[in-house]
T-cell receptor, first 124, second 114 residues
Framework: GAVVSQHPSWVICKSGTSVKIECRSL??????MFWYRQFPKQSLMLMAT?????????EQGVEKDKFLINHASLTLSTLTVTSAHPEDSSFYIC????????????????????FGPGTRLTVT | AQSVTQLDSQVPVFEEAPVELRCNYS??????LFWYVQYPNQGLQLLLK??????LVESINGFEAEFNKSQTSFHLRKPSVHISDTAEYFC????????????FGAGTILRVKS
């Protein structure tokens, strides 16, 4: 199946620094990537939708200047948490989707979201 | 706006026993419904989905879920669980096809004991 990776899997940083999280689709081209945030024992909350080559669309209440998203290619999206603070500590998960399924040479239409394993961010 | 409620945060069950993970949703429009599973240290994987047609949908590993419009529910069931089913299960809804935004429930941790 389609594989999405995230790097790093966990990161600890000091308050005030910036952290970049990468999300890669390993065997397919992702026209759209989503970034989620998950607090302990809570739902995944969508932060933003990222389309390749265009600006990300942020959900209400998400600071776009704080959470910078770049989707420069069809296989890579990055989330940069700028000037991180302890309240930004969370589990960040990305997903990727494509309008055309090209896995294993099979042609078809698939819009399924494929999820990465997540990145645990701790800000001290 | 849509919302999803998973009524149980944890469900412990013995191996080979039946299990039901509950999911209720609210929406003013028609929705598509999904169950995702997350095994330890892995990403979410689609378990099954309801888009239209038969209200009973099944997965390849024995889970099934039934869409009940009148009760706005999409409960997940399995008649006999295995140790390997231990994972966290998320119910989700979207207004459109997979590519549209998903709204997730808080998740239910299924712990299968021997």
């Amino acid at each position: 199946g389609a594989v999405v990776s995230q790097h790093p899997s966990w990161v600890i940083c000091k308050s005030g620094t910036s952290v970049k999280i990468e999300c890669r689709s390993l065997d397919f081209q992702a026209t759209t990537m989503f970034w989620y945030r998950q607090f302990p024992k809570q739902s995944l909350m969508l932060m933003a939708t990222s389309n390749e080559g265009s600006k990300a669309t942020y959900e209400q209440g998400v600071e776009k200047d704080k959470f910078l998203i770049n989707h420069a290619s069809l296989t890579l999206s990055t989330l940069t948490v700028t000037s991180a603070h302890p309240e930004d500590s969370s589990f960040y998960i990305c997903s990727a989707t494509t309008g055309l399924r090209v896995l294993r040479g099979l042609a078809g239409v698939s819009y399924e979201q494929y999820f990465g394993p997540g990145t645990r961010l701790t800000v001290t | 706006a849509q919302s999803v409620t998973q009524l149980d945060s944890q469900v412990p069950v013995f191996e080979e026993a039946p299990v039901e993970l509950r999911c209720n949703y609210s929406s003013s429009v028609s929705v598509y419904l999904f169950w995702y599973v997350q095994y330890p240290n892995q990403g979410l994987q689609l378990l099954l989905k309801y888009l239209s047609g038969s209200t009973l949908v099944e997965s390849i590993n024995g889970f099934e879920a039934e869409f009940n419009k009148s009760q706005t529910s999409f409960h997940l069931r399995k008649p006999s669980v295995h140790i390997s089913d231990t994972a966290e299960y998320f119910c989700a809804v979207s207004r459109g096809e997979y590519g549209n935004k998903l709204v997730f429930g808080a998740g239910t941790i299924l712990r299968v004991k021997s």
